[in-house]
C-alpha cells in the first residue's frame, strides 16, 4: 500500500475577504474531491487573503499510480481556479 500526499499553495491576488477566499477555497476542493475521490481539505493560513493553502491524499497499490495521481491533481486544481500556483510539495510513501 502506497499514501502520496501534496501540499499545495496557490496566491490569489484579487481576493479581498475571507468570505470571498473560502467561496474559492471550497469550490476547488469539491470539484478536486468530486473528480478524483480524494481527501482534500484546506490545511493552512486559513486567515491569510491572498494565500490558499491545499492539501490532498489518496492510497493506491501502486508507487507509480501515486506520483501520477499527484500530477493529474495538480493539473486539475491549476486549471479550475484563476489563483496561481506558487508551490507543490508532495511525497508518495
Request: with cysteine; glycine share 2%; aromatic share 8%.
Amino acid at each position: 500500500m502506497f499514501v502520496a500526499t501534496c501540499e499545495v499553495t496557490f496566491r490569489a491576488e484579487w481576493v479581498r475577504s475571507l468570505k470571498e477566499k473560502r467561496m474559492v477555497v471550497k469550490s476547488l476542493v469539491e470539484k478536486t474531491r468530486h473528480k478524483f475521490n480524494a481527501s482534500v481539505a484546506e490545511v493552512e493560513q486559513q486567515d491569510v487573503h491572498q494565500m490558499i493553502v491545499i492539501g490532498f491524499a489518496c492510497v493506491t497499490n501502486e508507487k507509480r499510480h501515486g506520483e501520477s495521481m499527484v500530477q493529474h491533481i495538480l493539473d486539475f486544481m491549476e486549471k479550475n481556479t484563476e489563483a496561481e500556483l506558487i508551490s507543490a510539495e508532495y511525497e508518495v510513501f
